[in-house]
DNA sequence: AAGAGGCGAAACAACGTTGTCAAGGGTAGC
DNA sequence: GCTACCCTTGACAACGTTGTTTCGCCTCTT
């Protein structure tokens, strides 16, 4: 027999299945079975096998095993714009947990709002084997997944529509919270109406803003464009969008804020000039509730859109083939900040 | 030749390097070439190649890829307590911009604070032989990693050290931090000052405590085990501690939150009260100017904290063989929150 | 015109694992 | 005592890709 000199010194390759098998004086086969903890293996040999698994430092290679076996890789992709927003934190949280609770773990994607780098990182996902896809997209074409989807990967789409793509869709009712919302301000008396959104190429801003129209066009207010701000994509761009509103000629009395960064920017410059303009503003966030102001806000359980399509995923994933459903979730009009301070 | 019947039939199964090169009538290598880009391919062949590639869907295999070269998985694993969180979501947010500004993917997974978990998932993030680690550690003891570490995966512990195991390692100043927090307060003539913290158990606690300790010590004020109240997990546990604190007789005259969502809590409950203790906290936050009370932060550049951790890890992924570092960042007191409304 | 050299393409092996099959040995049933 | 069956183990092939080697052919040189 040839002496090998690799025991020790050879610390650059990892162990295989086969250093263990030498080491334990067993097949490749029985190792492979410990591992997997395949029944009908003698005790001693079990012994043995994980011995030299832990005296080698071995840890089975998951891509040859699913390579192999051609079962699941166990991983599931998620991609969203940011992680850092709040609101995809709070999906990206329960994904996790539910990816978790099925033993998989989680691809994190920000597509950042390009179209074309989504299209990148879906397929970079499919390449890797994922066993579904979380898709808060883009993009509005997502015909290039058909092939992925028809070969059988799921893929669930949340908080907007796929394009072009028939596949299970998680969404809030963004169009009735926006009518809701808005109602709310003309209820109040209010007949100017300013209104922030991030970016009309949006699904769910355009969804809020129609939402918007039909509320004024029930109370038979017109809709007035030179009302509306497109475009705000930071709290800082809200505050000046509020600003340049309030100094302009007959200002608005009230404004809707169609997501949590603009209310926020908005709640700060209002703040700034002790303007009693009222707010009602698209989502919740964690300190609304701490606003210096009263704030009215549309809110809907992030956890619950991210939780329902998850579990819609795992479903598929474990079998499910009925068709593809779509999912609306409702919202709820909360009144939140701190009392008004007495004049 | 025999007819094959499988073309349209045979969704069930992704078309591979061989079904692309039968259609296109050359080599499987050939195709391999065409895939990654290799030179020396005659340009018909590499037009065939792409015709075929895109008729039939097909997508690389990254699994087969990367166990048959042997080259790294164009994949990172980041360990945090829970993606939710804005300090651990302002993380990965970095730390995913840059995996993809070095063409690698993310996997996220969450130890919700369980040293078990912790290890069962970078046990499991090793098997999927990742590129590199980046972790938030939730146990002390992270030897089991060594055979991992010794056999070239590199890691880097960002914001806790790890436990007998010398890896890179980013923290912040928090002793420092905290010591000018309670210094500020002690400044102010606040001699009874509570202090607020998630468990001891955590080494940023710990650490944070220490500081506190420091500034009292420093200025001649007695440690009062009285005013210190452990196990704070979240806001409504903060306002509590808070309330019963006040409650008693010789309250605290001034809070010290040891983390954001401490912080978030102690301004409810005082201002629910309309106590005008001070309050100084650890952590900065988003809405942390819009508090409806002035509030002095110690902040922390989180997102630079991240940062340094990820370009860190893809140095060493890069092959940077120096010695383990480890970089501590500095803190800074900040006045936030509303000016106080006029008595 | 013949040899050298290089380019294009293919055949083959290998990455680390698991599915399949076969074989040896022991035991139970008749 | 012999067959049949099960338990245990191992040899071998295969997953889909890429590194290596080989081979043929074309071109360039002298």
Chains 1, 2 share one sequence.
Not at 21 to 26: C, F, I, L, Y
Not at 73 to 102: C, D, K, M, S, W
Not at 256 to 270: D, H, Q
């Amino acid at each position: 027999m040839v002496l090998r000199v690799t025991s020790d010194v050879n610390r650059t390759k990892r162990p295989t299945m086969v250093d263990v098998a030498r080491r334990a004086g067993v097949s490749l086969k029985t190792v492979s079975r410990v591992v997997n903890n395949a029944p009908h293996v003698q005790q001693e040999l079990v012994d043995r096998v994980l011995a030299a698994v832990a005296e080698l430092g071995f840890r089975r290679n998951h891509l040859a095993s699913s390579l192999r076996s051609g079962r699941a890789t166990a991983t599931i992709g998620l991609l969203i714009e940011e992680i850092a927003n709040p609101f995809y934190a709070a999906i990206a949280g329960v994904a996790a947990e539910i990816a978790r609770a099925n033993d998989t773990m989680l691809i994190i994607a920000s597509s950042e709002e390009s179209p074309d780098r989504e299209r990148q990182l879906l397929r970079e996902l499919c390449s890797r084997r994922v066993d579904g896809l979380l898709v808060v997209p883009a993009g509005h074409d997502h015909s290039f997944l058909r092939p992925e989807v028809e070969l059988g990967v799921p893929a669930v789409f949340v908080d907007r529509p796929a394009g072009g793509l028939l596949v299970d869709t998680v969404l809030l009712d963004n169009r009735g919270g926006a009518r809701a919302g808005v109602r709310r301000l003309l209820d109040e008396g209010h007949r100017r109406i300013g209104i922030l959104l991030d970016s009309i190429g949006v699904y769910t801003m355009r969804e809020r803003l129609d939402g918007a129209q039909d509320a004024l066009a029930e109370a038979g207010v017109a809709y007035d464009e030179g009302l509306v701000r497109d475009g705000i994509r930071d709290p800082a761009a809200a505050a000046r969008a509020v600003a340049e509103m309030l100094d302009q000629p007959d200002p608005p009395t009230a404004f809707f804020g169609l997501n949590n960064r603009i209310t926020l920017g908005a709640v700060e410059e209002l703040q700034r000039r002790g303007s009693d303009a009222a707010l009602v503003g698209f989502d919740d966030f964690e300190s609304a509730h701490l606003m210096p102001r009263p704030l009215t806000v549309v809110a809907s359980d992030t956890r619950a859109l991210g939780r329902i399509a998850a579990e819609l995923l795992f479903a598929r994933i474990g079998g499910d083939r009925s068709l593809p459903r779509t999912i609306v979730l409702p919202t709820e009009l909360v009144r939140r900040g701190l009392p008004r301070p007495r004049a």
